[in-house]
């Protein structure tokens, strides 16, 4: 008798594992919510033509050769190597903070042991380093943490650096070369028809029906749905039991610019100071479109609306901890994802972590 598995939510998590469980021979059902395929990282063509991310910018980097070999049956990819810019009194510097940052933003004419030696002797040395405001103090001090650091991230979490963890800030490098690139994973690639067509391909399969517009409380409790893969809120499965689970949102304002060939220098620019947004991303950057006209988003922060983030505090973690205790008591259902697992995690970590949990559910009916 062939297996079946019923698997909420249509992103990267679900849609991996139902793939991999699909080509073992299972049959998948794959519910979603939302009326698309993809979870956050979909994407589409506006109104205007211009292909966009509905749900903020997202790029692929990856170093994991595993999950390149993944996602390469369902598309080729477009070389994409992301840069972004941090504006300061209305100039926007290199940011990650690299030696041309020191330079320009202090008139300065550092090579890279001047860029070391410099942020040896600004540097305030945390031990332990324990939140987000230890690891940017610890790496380049007080001056570039409060030009930085310090009004974006009150802004993007609604929290002080020192109520977060280490991990959120220290996703951002600090440089002594002049590398002005985002990421400097070993593959940086887009996917050459965008993130929706890459999901439609991975969820062609005679094994997989995928039903959109479906909550999982719709169905849940129903006889028959078999093992259950849950990508969604770990503590909305659990109906809150435990209180709410403080996850960020963000409001997406996009807007086209017709007439407009190209906005910005690079594919990001960060307001760490000015505005009530974070940043603007132009897309045209991101997929190499050619368009007479542009399209960009700007991400406003909020504590309402859809689950984006999970926030990395011991307050959280904490909680986080209470669900997941109750989670590993299911023997029936598999959590796996950025929001079942409470983890920030980018695309290519979700992409691993599906592969392992298809792994070990095909393992144990083997
Ligand atoms: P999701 O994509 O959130 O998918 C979960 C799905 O479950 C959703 O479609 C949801 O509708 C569905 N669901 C939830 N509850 C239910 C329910 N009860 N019933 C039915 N369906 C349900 N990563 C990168 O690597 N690079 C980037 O540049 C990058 N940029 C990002 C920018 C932003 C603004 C955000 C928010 C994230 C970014 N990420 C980036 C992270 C990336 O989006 C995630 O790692 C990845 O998309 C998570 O996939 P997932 O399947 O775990 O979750
Ligand atoms: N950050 C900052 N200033 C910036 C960019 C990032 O202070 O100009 C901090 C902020 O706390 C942010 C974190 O670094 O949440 C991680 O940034 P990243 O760009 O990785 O965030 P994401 O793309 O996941 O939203």
């Keep these: 008798m062939s297996s079946s598995v019923f698997i909420v939510g249509a992103g990267f998590a679900g849609s991996v594992v139902a793939r991999e469980l699909a080509d073992a021979g299972?049959?998948?059902r794959l519910v979603d919510k939302r009326p698309h395929i993809g979870g956050n990282a979909f994407d589409e063509f506006d109104a205007h033509g211009v292909l966009v991310h509905r749900y903020g910018p997202h790029i692929f980097h990856t170093n994991?050769?595993?999950?390149?070999?993944?996602?390469?049956?369902?598309?080729?990819?477009?070389?994409?190597?992301?840069?972004?810019?941090?504006?300061?009194?209305?100039?926007?510097?290199?940011?990650?903070?690299?030696?041309d940052t020191l330079n320009e933003l202090y008139g300065l004419d550092l090579n890279e042991e001047g860029a070391a030696a410099f942020y040896e002797k600004v540097r305030d040395p945390r031990d332990p380093v324990r939140t987000s405001?230890?690891?940017?103090?610890?790496?380049?001090?007080?001056?570039?943490?409060?030009?930085?650091?310090?009004?974006?991230?009150?802004?993007?979490?609604?929290?002080?650096?020192?109520?977060?963890?280490?991990?959120?800030?220290?996703?951002?490098?600090?440089?002594?070369?002049?590398?002005?690139?985002?990421?400097?994973?070993t593959f940086q690639s887009m996917p050459a028809e965008g993130y929706t067509r890459m999901f439609e391909r991975m969820l062609d399969h005679p094994n997989i029906k995928v039903e959109l517009g479906t909550d999982f409380v719709e169905v849940r409790g129903k006889p028959d749905l078999g093992h259950v893969v849950y990508t969604g809120p770990i503590d909305a499965y659990f109906d809150h039991c435990f209180g709410a689970l403080?996850?960020?949102?963000?409001?997406?304002?996009?807007?086209?610019?017709?007439?407009?060939?190209?906005?910005?220098?690079?594919?990001?620019?960060?307001?760490?100071?000015?505005?009530?947004y974070t940043r603007i991303t132009e897309f045209k950057h991101l997929t190499g479109q050619?368009?007479?006209?542009?399209?960009?988003?700007r991400e406003y922060p909020q504590a309402e609306g859809d689950p984006y983030y999970p926030i990395p505090s011991d307050d959280s973690e904490a909680l986080?901890?209470?669900?997941?205790?109750?989670?590993?008591?299911?023997?029936?259902?598999?959590?796996?994802?950025?929001?079942?697992?409470?983890?920030?995690?980018?695309?290519?970590?979700?992409?691993?972590?599906a592969l392992a949990a298809a792994r070990r559910l095909i393992d144990a009916r083997a």
């Design 133 to 185: 405001e230890d690891v940017v103090l610890n790496s380049v001090g007080r001056d570039l943490y409060e030009k930085f650091f310090l009004n974006y991230t009150r802004k993007q979490w609604g929290l002080e650096p020192s109520q977060l963890k280490a991990g959120v800030a220290a996703r951002i490098p600090t440089r002594t070369n002049t590398d002005d690139r985002y990421f400097t994973d």
């Design 26 to 28: 299972w049959n998948v």
């Design 246 to 276: 403080p996850y960020r949102s963000l409001r997406f304002e996009h807007e086209h610019l017709p007439n407009v060939a190209q906005l910005q220098s690079v594919g990001t620019i960060n307001y760490p100071n000015d505005h009530a």
């Design 320 to 353: 986080f901890k209470r669900y997941q205790t109750l989670a590993d008591g299911q023997t029936d259902v598999t959590f796996v994802g950025r929001l079942a697992e409470y983890r920030y995690y980018n695309m290519d970590q979700v992409v691993a972590g």
């Design 64 to 99: 994991s050769v595993r999950v390149l070999e993944f996602l390469s049956k369902f598309t080729n990819w477009r070389p994409y190597e992301h840069r972004v810019r941090g504006v300061i009194d209305g100039r926007a510097y290199p940011f990650p903070i690299n030696r």
């Design 290 to 297: 050619l368009h007479a006209g542009t399209s960009i988003v």
